[in-house]
C-alpha cells in the first residue's frame, strides 16, 4: 500500500506570495492533519481534516489554511508569506479520527526568500 | 513550562548499546503515546504506539509509559549505525487526528560504529 504522499517536495518563494501544497492520504484513510516543523519551535499542529470539514486547528494565524476533498486529499495554503514561514510541512493521515495511528508524508519544505 | 519537553542531544553510543530516549510531558490527559524516527530531510517514521500506562515490545525496540509519573521512555536494544537519527516523542488525548499530536523537539541519536 502506498504511503502518504505530498508535492511538491521544495518550494522557494518571496515574502508576499501565497503557496498551495498538496497531500494524498494512504487510501482509504479519511482524516488528514497537517504540521509546520521549524528547527526552532519543531513539530507544530496546523488543522485537521475530516470528511471535508476541517474539525480542529492549532494556534495559527488566518494566513494558514486548507481543505478536502471528496477522495480525501487535502491542500493547504499559506497566503501573504513571512520570512518565518520557512518550515517543512508535514502532512499525516489516518483511518479513523481517534484512537488511531497517524502515519506522515516526506513533507514540503518551503523556503520564503 | 512547555508540554513535552525531550532532550535534544545530541547523544552518541557505541554500536551494540542499549539506547534510552526519554521525555516528560505537563498534561495529565494525555492518554496516548507515540515515537517517531526522522532521518534527515525526511518525514517522520512511527515506531510505536501505545495506550495508557504499561509497556510495548516491538523487535529491537521497547516503549514504557508511566503515566503516574508523566514519563515515557523508548529503549533500543542491540543499537546499530543505520539507528541513527532523530528521534520524537508524541502525545494525545484522542490518539488519532481529532486533537492534534504534541511532540516533543526529538533527541539526535548517533550510533558509533
Known amino acids: 500500500k502506498a504511503g502518504v504522499t505530498q508535492t511538491p517536495r521544495y518550494l522557494i518563494k518571496t515574502r508576499g506570495q501565497q503557496v498551495t501544497l498538496s497531500c494524498s492520504p494512504i487510501s482509504g484513510h479519511r482524516s488528514v492533519s497537517w504540521y509546520q516543523q521549524t528547527p526552532g519551535q519543531g513539530l507544530q499542529f496546523l488543522f485537521e481534516?475530516?470528511?471535508?470539514?476541517?474539525?480542529n486547528k492549532g494556534n495559527f494565524p488566518g494566513r494558514f489554511s486548507g481543505r478536502q476533498f471528496s477522495n480525501s486529499r487535502s491542500e493547504m495554503n499559506v497566503s501573504t508569506l513571512e520570512l518565518g514561514d520557512s518550515a517543512l510541512y508535514l502532512c499525516?493521515?489516518?483511518?479513523?479520527?481517534?484512537?488511531?495511528?497517524?502515519?506522515f508524508g516526506p513533507g514540503t519544505r518551503l523556503t520564503v526568500l | 513550562q512547555k508540554e513535552v519537553e525531550q532532550d535534544p542531544g545530541p547523544l552518541s553510543v557505541p554500536e551494540g548499546a542499549i539506547v534510552s530516549l526519554n521525555c516528560t510531558y505537563s498534561n495529565s490527559a494525555f492518554q496516548y503515546f507515540m515515537w517517531y524516527r526522522q532521518y534527515s530531510r525526511k518525514g517522520p517514521e512511527l515506531l510505536m504506539y501505545?495506550?495508557?500506562?504499561g509497556n510495548k515490545e516491538d523487535g529491537r525496540f521497547t516503549a514504557q509509559v508511566d503515566k503516574s509519573s508523566k514519563y515515557i521512555s523508548l529503549f533500543i536494544r542491540d543499537s546499530q549505525p543505520s539507528d541513527s537519527a532523530t528521534y520524537l516523542c508524541a502525545m494525545s488525548e484522542s490518539g488519532g487526528g481529532a486533537d492534534g499530536l504534541t511532540f516533543g523537539k526529538g533527541t539526535h541519536l548517533i550510533i558509533q560504529p
Open positions: 499525516a493521515s489516518s483511518l479513523y479520527r481517534e484512537s488511531d495511528e497517524q502515519f
Open positions: 481534516y475530516f470528511s471535508e470539514t476541517q474539525r
Open positions: 501505545t495506550y495508557s500506562s
